[in-house]
């Protein structure tokens, strides 16, 4: 099983969601670029209007509201009848984790892990500064137990629940007990949760002048960091964009994100409740420096929207599997009790008009575990920047 963070996800995304994903694509932008004020998460559109979707939650919870019930619970039962499969209710205090966890902010200990072929849990990564990198626990050390239950053989979804206190709710300052093994030796750590910020780009280079810019997740100041990235870059460098995993984030940020690598122009249209609208890059970017996304089935939304942007207008190799297929969009309905429901209002297609959503970007080069291997040969075929 590949590695995971386990403190970059946003703890319960859905109510009653058979399906659990990580960093749910969401689209949030001002009024003012045109973009949505809203998230975005994986949804099929149906034949039912959004309007008529919105309306029935409203009155289902105005309704309640009146009656003495809760308009959240009636919001939920609602939005199960209105044939939107990815609509989302939130309690207010849900929707409010969901947009700090936007913002780049977390509640955690500061592990990543992954799931070994045998079942256990390893610590891959601890982050600087960390209650976990203060209480000395290092890449390589076994995860054995979350105050007292064994994680050897449970998804890595179950473990993060755990470490975060997901049952209970837990708030930064409170404790969690971890069991560890280095070496043969085992010892218990108690830990403080604290508030951190997630790494959403991370930059490494490679032999031959390639330099690889990682988006785990597009937060607040993704784009920030992926220009930052390309400015200290040294100028004859080709460069690996790694979208692998990215299951979206905010909108605005990969569209400043594709202006990093454009030159103006457009990088998608959509509609909301059927008018069309248009998202287009600032003038400026890199266009000399060659460039290879890659991508995979994890590779959704917003991450969709930058692939597909760079890809249509001839600005990048894309070199990996078929992406996840997620191009719609919800909006997001303040309901009377301070509970939020989200309900699809539209999509988004690519630059020559294809349609992401139930479809995916199909990469230019097909190819798995060796992606990064390839796109240094290709890299190496494209020549130098001009």
Known sequence: MSGRDLFSQPRRIRRGAALTLVFAGVLVAGAATGSFPAPDRPARETAVRPATRNQAVEEAAAAALADGKSPMEAAERAVSRSGDRWAAVYSEGEYEEFQEALDGRYTGVGLSARQEPDGRIEVTRVRPGSPAAEAGIRAGDRLRSVDGHDVDGRPVTEVVALLRGDADDAPAGTTVSLGLERGGRGWTETLHRARLSTDSVTVRRLSGGVTVVRIAAFTKHSADAVRAALRAAPADCRTVLDLRGNSGGLVTEAVDTASAFLDGGLVATYDVDGAQRAL???????????LVVLVDGGTMSAAELLTGALQDRGRAVVIGSRTFG???VQMPTTLPDGSVAELTVGHYRTPS????????????LEAGADALERAEKVLGGLGDPS
Do not use: Y
């Open 353 to 364: 008009g294809h349609t992401v959503d139930g479809r995916g970007i199909t990469p230019d």
């Open 280 to 290: 287009h890059a600032a003038p400026g970017g890199d266009t000399s420096r060659p």
């Open 326 to 328: 997620k191009g719609s």
